[in-house]
């Protein structure tokens, strides 16, 4: 499984930002998907996750401004972050998880400025 993220910039904070990440190749049998990020000299945390029948699950710090999305038809999986925050910045990865592997893209960072 190859997954491709995109959709990281530089915004405002209070703005918005909507992140993409595509899935190729063993795509089959690919249970959740989700997001994760990684600011500098912090570890990787999950933002978000999404199973392939739709439950979602969010960090605290994040439930009720980001929302995770999934087409299963595209193998894509999406994150609409809205109201932004200074401490939101970060690398963001999406992952998914195929037993007995979980795959991680490339990561796209995000900065928000105060």
């Known amino acids: 499984v190859q997954l491709q993220a995109s959709g990281g910039g530089l915004v405002q904070a209070g703005g918005s930002l909507k992140l993409s990440c595509a899935a190729s190749g063993s795509i089959f049998s690919i249970n959740s998907m989700g997001w994760y990020r990684q600011a500098p000299g912090k570890q990787r945390e999950l933002v978000a996750d999404i199973t392939s029948g739709g439950s979602t699950n969010y960090a605290s710090s994040v439930k009720g401004r980001f929302t995770i999305s999934r087409d299963n038809a595209k193998n894509a999986v999406y994150l609409q972050m809205n109201s932004l925050k200074p401490e939101d910045t970060a690398v963001y990865y999406c992952?998914?998880?195929?037993?007995?592997?979980?795959?991680w893209g490339q990561g796209t960072l995000v900065t928000v400025s105060s």
């Open positions: 992952n998914a998880d195929r037993w007995p592997t979980i795959y």
